[in-house]
Each structure stands twice: as structure tokens, then as C-alpha cells.
């Protein structure tokens, strides 16, 4: 993985390496601003439409249009509603019928801007939409940018689950520019925050130990932090996903935390209630307290990933979000509707200690369920 840095700018370019299907990801700020001298080499077609959410219409959108048109690029724009519902069919028939109303034609470009939803539910419209068309993602959430814009899983909810309709496609150009995380909310940056943090647990020991010094900075808006965490995050997945594009072994890893988030974000029935790094941030705590239960990690990291986690604001007490009606049961069944359930039992990404993350399917489900008894309770 190529990693170059542009003194003037202040611009950080990472390649991800996937043979024709390569592009690069530029970490930096004021890239909105820049955006069309970096988008119009790539472009087959001087068009693309930008596909965009109400809340980052408002802060996002002008600077970016102002850009393309600098840039001579015919731009169109849809503006979706904001939140995690919107990453339906509903809204994706609709989406690609706008789209083909405003006749798109193969050699347009889709530009996600916006976060982890407005990602996943333009990059499946370009991978279906006339077979396939380009799309760049300028990711404006914490989240986005140090996950879901890098790596081309693209996709729509169902009423089974998330994400469970969908396919592999990558992007031609990722521009993360921290600058737009400003506006952010708090609630959202710390969701994405929690997604940062899985990067340490999972395999880099030594970046968790910077978070657990930098990262009360980097949440209070410090961007030098807050450009190194995303390098260090793209940096990451960059490699995982060249070597292991469609998950069938490495990049497994990357779900340290989400068998256990998906059901409990399937238990809130996807409203919201617990946003997605949060239910992530309590399914780690539970894949590191499961991993102490089996001797497999020293109980003080367990407790490091927890109080961390904790400190910056994470929800950690699945007992305080559950209320009396969720059971172990219901929590495990959803478990075993995640993709990656086989046979009957769930894939789960365990740890060895901070930084050593590993995939099994060898834990009996009794153990699993007394765990999740145990965190129900508090
Ligand atoms: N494709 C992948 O590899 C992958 C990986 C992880 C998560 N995801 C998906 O990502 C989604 C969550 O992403 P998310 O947390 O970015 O959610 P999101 O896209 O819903 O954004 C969160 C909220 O922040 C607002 N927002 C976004 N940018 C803003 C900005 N700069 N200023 C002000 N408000 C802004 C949005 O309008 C929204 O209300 C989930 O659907 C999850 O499944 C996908």
C-alpha cells in the first residue's frame, strides 16, 4: 500500500490495492473545497449527480457544488432524508428511479456525500443502476471515514436485517476531509469513535494506547488526531481489503464487535434508539468479556478496551439500554441471523489480548447465552 503525503496541502493519499478495481483515499481538510480537481481526472463523462442527506445538504452540499462546477463538472443533486431508515428498498426504488429519470447513463459518476448510510445505499444504487456505474464517496461522519467509505460493501436493510441485501462495490475515489466533521453531532462522532477504537482492539495494540492518550483530544475536535486516526484506520482496512476483498478470511476481523451489535440493533428493530458504533462498542465489550471467560485474554485488557470505551462516553450497560423485556434468547437468535452465521452458530471474532483478534465458530452457545444472561443483568 502506497502512502504519500503532500506538504502544501497537508494531504495524506493512501492507495487501496485491488489490480483495476485500485483507488486511492485522500485524508486531509478543505478537500470539499478541492474536490473537483480531484474528481475530474476520474470522470469518464464531465456529469455526476450527488447523492446527499438533508442534515449534510445544509453544511456539506454548497462548498462541494461550488467545487464541481469550478471544475467545469455538470452536476445534479438528490437530497435523501437522514437517518438509517432511509437505507431501505423503498428508498433505494426511489432513489434509482430519480436517478433514471434524470438520465443517468453508464459513463455518469454517483458521489455519496455523506455518512455510513448515504454510503452504503448510493454504492449499491451504482453497482445495480444500467449494471454499473462509478461512484466516489466523500464521507462526512467519523464513522465514514475511518470504515465504511473505504472497501465497497454497498447495501440496504430488510425487514430480516441489516445490511442484508447488497453487493461488493468499490469506489473510484475516497475524500475524507476532517474539516466536515465540525458539525457533526456528539452522539454520532462518539458512534464513530467506536468504530476508530476497534481498529486498536482488533490489531493494533500500539494505536490503542495513542487513543487512550489522544483520544480526549481528537473527540474535543482536534484535527492533527483526528487526520492521524482515519490514516491509521484507511491505512488498516486498505490492506485487509486488498488481500481479502469479499471476507472469506482476514477481513472478518473488521466485525470484532458486530455479531453481537447486529442483534442488538436488531432487537431495537433498526429505530435509532441505539445507533450502530454503539451497539459495536458494547458488542466489543462483550466479545473481550467472552474471551476472558474462555482464558483467552487477560482480564486488565478486557478492562483497558471497557474503561476506555467508557470514558469518552460510550453506552456500555447493555442492562441500563435493554429494559425487562429483552432476553438472552431473543438476543442470540438474532445472532444467529447475522451473514456470517454457519450451521447454526455464530461467527464471532474473539481476542488473545489488545490488538489479537481471531474468528471462531467453536463457542458452545450456552456459554454465549449465559454471557448475554449476565449482561442483561448488569
Ligand atoms: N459499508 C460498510 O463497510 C459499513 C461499515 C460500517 C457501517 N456501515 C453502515 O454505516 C451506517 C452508519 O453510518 P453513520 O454513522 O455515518 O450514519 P449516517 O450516515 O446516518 O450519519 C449519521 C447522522 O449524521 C448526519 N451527518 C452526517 N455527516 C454530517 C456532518 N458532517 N455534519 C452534520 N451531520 C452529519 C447524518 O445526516 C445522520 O443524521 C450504518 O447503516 C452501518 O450499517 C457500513
Not at 59 to 88: F, M, N, Q, W, Y
Not at 109 to 135: E, H, K, Q, S
Not at 205 to 217: C, I, K, P, Y
Not at 334 to 343: E, Q, S, V
Amino acid at each position: 500500500m502506497a502512502h504519500d503525503k503532500d506538504a502544501r496541502t497537508s494531504t495524506d493519499t493512501l492507495s487501496v490495492n485491488l489490480g483495476p478495481r485500485s483507488y486511492d483515499i485522500l485524508v486531509g481538510e478543505n478537500l470539499l473545497e478541492t474536490a473537483g480537481t480531484h474528481i475530474r481526472p476520474l470522470l469518464a463523462q464531465p456529469r455526476v449527480v450527488v447523492i446527499t442527506d438533508a442534515n449534510v445538504a445544509q453544511h456539506c452540499l454548497p462548498a462541494l457544488e461550488t467545487a464541481l462546477g469550478r471544475a467545469g463538472i455538470i452536476h445534479d443533486s438528490i437530497v435523501l432524508p437522514a437517518g438509517e431508515h432511509t437505507k431501505d428498498l423503498a428508498h433505494l426504488g426511489d432513489l434509482t428511479d430519480r436517478l433514471l429519470d434524470s438520465r443517468v447513463e453508464r459513463a455518469t459518476t454517483l458521489i455519496a456525500l455523506g455518512g455510513g448510510v448515504i454510503g452504503d445505499i448510493t454504492g449499491f444504487a451504482a453497482a445495480i443502476l444500467l449494471r454499473g456505474l462509478d461512484f466516489i464517496h466523500i464521507p462526512t461522519t467519523l464513522l465514514a471515514q475511518v470504515d465504511s467509505s473505504v472497501g465497497g460493501k454497498t447495501g440496504v436493510n430488510t425487514r430480516h436485517g441489516k445490511n442484508l441485501l447488497g453487493a461488493f462495490h468499490q469506489p473510484r475515489l475516497v475524500l475524507a476531509d476532517v474539516g466536515t466533521l465540525e458539525t457533526l453531532d456528539r452522539r454520532h462522532f462518539l458512534a464513530g469513535y467506536a468504530e476508530t477504537v476497534k481498529y486498536g482492539l482488533l490489531g493494533d495494540a500500539q494505536f490503542f494506547s495513542w487513543l487512550e492518550t489522544t483520544g480526549a483530544d481528537l473527540c474535543a475536535g482536534d484535527r492533527a488526531a483526528q487526520r492521524h486516526a482515519v490514516l491509521t484506520c484507511c491505512a488498516a482496512k486498505a490492506s485487509i481489503v486488498a488481500e481479502d476483498e469479499r471476507e472469506s478470511g482476514r477481513r472478518q476481523l473488521l466485525n470484532l464487535g458486530h455479531t453481537f451489535g447486529h442483534a442488538l440493533e436488531a432487537q431495537t428493530g433498526f429505530t435509532g434508539a441505539l445507533l450502530h458504533g454503539e451497539a459495536v462498542a458494547i458488542g466489543m465489550v462483550l466479545a473481550f468479556e467472552l474471551s476472558v471467560r474462555l482464558g483467552l485474554c487477560p482480564p486488565n485488557d478486557a478492562e483497558r478496551a471497557r474503561r476506555h470505551l467508557a470514558e469518552r462516553g460510550l453506552p456500555m450497560s447493555l442492562a441500563e439500554l435493554s429494559g425487562p423485556a429483552w432476553t438472552a434468547d431473543d438476543l442470540f437468535a438474532h445472532m444467529l441471523h447475522d451473514k456470517k452465521a454457519r450451521d447454526g452458530r455464530p461467527t464471532l471474532v474473539l481476542v488473545r489480548g489488545i490488538g489479537q483478534a481471531f474468528t471462531t465458530r467453536d463457542v458452545h452457545a450456552e456459554t454465549i447465552r449465559a454471557l448475554l444472561d449476565d449482561a442483561l443483568i448488569g
